[in-house]
């Protein structure tokens, strides 16, 4: 079935500092959307790409879907003690249907 | 707008014991999906419906029970816990128009 790798598990920030998350997947993705849960939260969608290529930005969030559609990325810069928490990816294969999730990146921020 | 609610928040059980937990949401949403979250395996899927009466299997449905009869609640049964089923519980729901989906505060289930 459709898998999604997420990379590295974790990741430890020094605050201030950029970091960059990293989605793959074996097979095409139709669409990928990004999740952050912040500790003891439930997730909370943060961002849709579809088009091959596509780069989206959210203040200090940059996402952007390959060329291939086979994987993403999210890059945070000037991190912030209020970007703690685990980001996920995660994939559907058609509208309103079920996602496959990533395992996703637990980010520490170290002030 | 109270949008997706679930109870009870916690819920400590013993094994063998039936538990229901609830989840309600004010949206109309069509779809509903229930998942469960634990420590190395990120969310999975237990069940989820496309609308009222259509439910399906999602990546891990054994020992669950799901029902829904009126499109704004989507119960979830664990017909006799376990202590594998100690997890918390993520409710969501989707318009079906879009791939987002909304997610309940959850459930921390402990089965003693």
């Known amino acids: 079935g459709q898998q999604v790798m997420q990379i590295p598990q974790y990741q430890h920030v020094q605050e201030g500092e950029d970091f960059t998350t990293y989605c793959n997947s074996s097979?095409?993705?139709?669409?990928i959307q990004w999740y952050k849960q912040r500790p003891g939260g439930h997730p909370v969608f943060l961002i849709q790409?579809?088009?091959?290529?596509e780069v989206k930005k959210q203040k200090r969030l940059t996402f952007q879907f390959g060329e291939a559609k086979k994987n993403s990325s999210l890059h945070i810069t000037a991190t912030q003690t209020t970007d703690v928490g685990t980001y996920f990816c995660?994939?559907?294969?058609?509208?309103?249907?079920?996602?496959?999730f990533g395992g996703g990146t637990r980010v520490l921020v170290k002030p | 707008d109270a949008g997706i609610t679930q109870s009870p928040r916690y819920k400590i059980t013993e094994t063998g014991r039936q538990v229901t937990l609830m989840c309600h949401q004010t949206?109309?949403?069509?779809?509903m999906f229930w998942y469960r979250q634990d420590l190395g395996h990120g969310l999975r899927l237990i069940y989820y419906s496309a609308a009222a009466d259509i439910t399906d299997k999602g990546e891990v449905p054994d020992g669950y029970v799901v029902s829904r009869s009126k499109t704004e609640n989507f119960p979830l049964t664990l017909e006799s816990a376990t202590r594998s089923q100690t997890s918390v519980y993520f409710c969501a729901s989707s318009t079906g128009k879009s791939y987002e989906q909304y997610f309940g505060p959850g459930t921390r289930l402990t089965v003693t």
């Open positions: 097979t095409t993705l139709s669409n």
């Open positions: 995660a994939s559907s294969r058609a509208a309103g249907n079920k996602l496959t």
């Open positions: 949206w109309s949403h069509s779809y």
């Open positions: 790409l579809v088009k091959s290529g």
